[in-house]
C-alpha cells in the first residue's frame, strides 16, 4: 500500500501473489515426488540452502519503510472497534479456516479414498498450483471493482469443489478439473481480502494489515486443528463436510458486501 498508489494496489497483489502461485505449481508435486524418494525430513533439508537464499534476496532489494506513525494495542483495538472491519475479519476467518480444514488433508483422502499413487498426486499438485495462475490473474482484474463480489463468490465455490470431490473424487478427470478450480480460488482468496483492505483501511493500513495477517494464521490452524479432529473422530468424509460449513459461514458474514464496506455503522 505504500510501494504503489491506491489505484495500483490490485495489479501490484497480483504480481506479488504470482510468486506464491510459481511456488505453489512447483513446489507440492515436487515435494511429493521427492518425498516419496528420500522421505519428508529429506525434502526439508533440500528447503534450507532455498530459503537461505530467499532471506539474502529480502535483505537486498526490499526498501526500509519504517512506520508511519507508532503503532500501539490501542491502535489495534481502534481499527476493530469499526464494525465492518470487525465482521471482515470474522469472515477472514472463517474463509481461511475452511480452506485449509479441507487442503491440510487433501493428500490422505486423495491416497485414501480416491486411491491417487505417488505420480498421480504429483500431477494433481501441479494441476492444482499451475491454476493459481489462473487465480492471481482474476484477483487483479476484478478486485478493484467488484471486491465484495469476490469476498463471496471464493468461498462458495470452495465448499462447492469440496462437496464435489466427496462426490465424484473417485473420477481423475473431474478430480482434476475440481482441483484446479479450487486452486485458482486459493490465490484470489488472498488478493481479494488483500485488496478489500487496501480499499477499506486505508487510513490504518498498519494496524489493519497486522491483525487481518494475525487473523489468517490463526485461522490456518483453527481449520487445520478442526479438520484433525474431525478426521480422528469421524473420518475424512466429516473433515470435507465442516469445511464447507465453514466457509458457509464465511458466505454469510460476508451476506451482500455492503456491511464490509468502509462508512457503515
Not at 468461498?155 to 470431490?165: I, S
Request: overall charge positive.
Amino acid at each position: 500500500m505504500r510501494l504503489v498508489p491506491k489505484e495500483g494496489v490490485s495489479r501490484a497483489l497480483a504480481v506479488m501473489y504470482t510468486g506464491q502461485a510459481v511456488a505453489a505449481a512447483f513446489a507440492a508435486p515436487i515435494g511429493s515426488y521427492l518425498g516419496g524418494i528420500i522421505g519428508w525430513r529429506g525434502v526439508f533439508w533440500v528447503l534450507v540452502p532455498i530459503v537461505a537464499v530467499t532471506l539474502m534476496w529480502q535483505l537486498l532489494v526490499l526498501p526500509s519503510m519504517p512506520a508511519n506513525d507508532r503503532q500501539s494495542f490501542r491502535s489495534l483495538l481502534d481499527v476493530l472497534k469499526r464494525p465492518y472491519f470487525a465482521r471482515g475479519i470474522a469472515a477472514v476467518i472463517f474463509t481461511f479456516a475452511g480452506a485449509f480444514s479441507m487442503f491440510t488433508y487433501l493428500r490422505p483422502f486423495l491416497e485414501n479414498v480416491a486411491g491417487a499413487d505417488v505420480i498421480t498426486l504429483s500431477q494433481l499438485f501441479l494441476v492444482l498450483g499451475c491454476s493459481g495462475f489462473i487465480g492471481t490473474w482474476a484477483g487483479g482484474k476484478f478486485a478493484n471493482n467488484h471486491v465484495t463480489r469476490l469476498l463471496k463468490l471464493v468461498p462458495l465455490v470452495m465448499a462447492a469443489v469440496t462437496l464435489g470431490l466427496l462426490g465424484f473424487g473417485q473420477f481423475v478427470a473431474v478430480r482434476a478439473v475440481l482441483l484446479a478450480v479450487w486452486g485458482a480460488m486459493k490465490t484470489t482468496m488472498s488478493i481479494s481480502w488483500m485488496a478489500w483492505l487496501s480499499q477499506n483501511v486505508d487510513d490504518s493500513p498498519e494496524a489493519a494489515g497486522s491483525l487481518i495477517v494475525a487473523a489468517i494464521q490463526a485461522s490456518i490452524l483453527l481449520g487445520a486443528g478442526l479438520g484433525g479432529i474431525l478426521l480422528d473422530l469421524i473420518g475424512i468424509h466429516a473433515t470435507f463436510i465442516g469445511s464447507a460449513l465453514l466457509s458457509g459461514l464465511a458466505i454469510l458474514l460476508v451476506g451482500s458486501g455492503n456491511r464490509l464496506l468502509k462508512g457503515y455503522r
